[in-house]
């Protein structure tokens, strides 16, 4: 553990906690796993660790991102609802998955604070601003709290999972105006990503920063040498 283990200032209370384990700067995913996926924006419903008792997924080891601290809670006790008092993993969410409260994109270093922005409906929370005079969503306008999350870049979850000796199979993004970012944070590490999906905005865009068409599918998958499965925001 670095820095000061409980801090608190006149807007809020911060910890240092030990989130996850890690074995010689490595998450601790069995050798014997087959696939590896990762989920970046999860929320509390939809998420892929229901995937992970499906037919096709048995040797998949997923890793979760959530920057709502509520989501994430309510991610990780998932495993402990079929477990009652019985020990958990540090961070498993299910044998083969690991969250972590982080949120993902770029950075000028592996891992900084940023400032996220909670909407009423928290699936339209988002690193980004929400722009006032979008027509798309009005429950998205209104920001109830704007919250301290850590951010990570996509390449350094790739060397926690094992890059550039391990790859990933799939990312999966819900990351609300930044997947596109999130993306590119992989860096000299995007080539070990073998497809992604994410969200993009095709018109009246949500979030302040959107403002410009993104680029179509082809052009994705020809910039970044990876299959995309696009859909709209």
């Known amino acids: 553990m670095t820095g000061e283990p409980i801090s608190a200032t006149d807007s809020g209370i911060y910890?240092?906690?030990?989130?996850?384990?890690?074995?010689?700067?490595?998450?601790?995913?069995?050798?014997?796993?087959?696939?590896?996926?990762?989920?970046?924006?999860?929320?509390?419903?939809?998420?892929?660790?229901?995937?992970?008792s499906t037919p096709g997924w048995?040797?998949?080891?997923?890793?979760?991102?959530?920057?709502l601290i509520d989501k994430y809670a309510r991610g990780l006790a998932r495993r402990a609802a079929y477990h009652g008092d019985a020990f958990q993993p540090l961070g498993h969410h299910h044998e083969r998955g690991l969250i972590l409260p982080f949120a993902v994109g770029p950075s000028d270093r592996p891992a900084r604070v940023v400032t996220f922005n909670v909407g009423s409906n928290a699936g339209c929370s988002s690193l980004l601003p929400t722009k006032p005079r979008s027509s798309r969503l009005g429950w998205c306008k209104t920001v109830r709290e704007r919250r301290d999350v850590p951010l990570v870049t996509l390449e350094r979850i790739l060397r926690w999972i094992g890059a550039p000796q391990r790859s990933v199979d799939f990312v999966k993004i819900d990351a609300q105006g930044v997947d596109l970012a999130a993306i590119t944070s992989a860096g000299p590490l995007l080539p070990h990503v073998r497809s992604f999906t994410l969200e993009?905005?095709?018109?009246?865009?949500?979030?302040?920063?959107?403002?410009?068409?993104?680029?179509?599918?082809?052009?994705?998958?020809?910039?970044?040498?990876?299959?995309?499965?696009?859909r709209p925001a």
Do not use: M, W
């Open 15 to 52: 910890a240092n906690l030990h989130l996850a384990q890690l074995r010689n700067g490595v998450l601790p995913i069995p050798p014997s796993i087959e696939k590896i996926v990762v989920e970046i924006g999860a929320s509390d419903r939809d998420t892929l660790d229901a995937q992970l």
């Open 58 to 67: 048995n040797n998949t080891f997923l890793v979760t991102f959530e920057p």
């Open 200 to 230: 993009v905005p095709l018109k009246r865009p949500v979030y302040g920063s959107n403002t410009a068409r993104p680029p179509t599918r082809t052009a994705l998958a020809s910039h970044l040498d990876c299959v995309f499965d696009t």
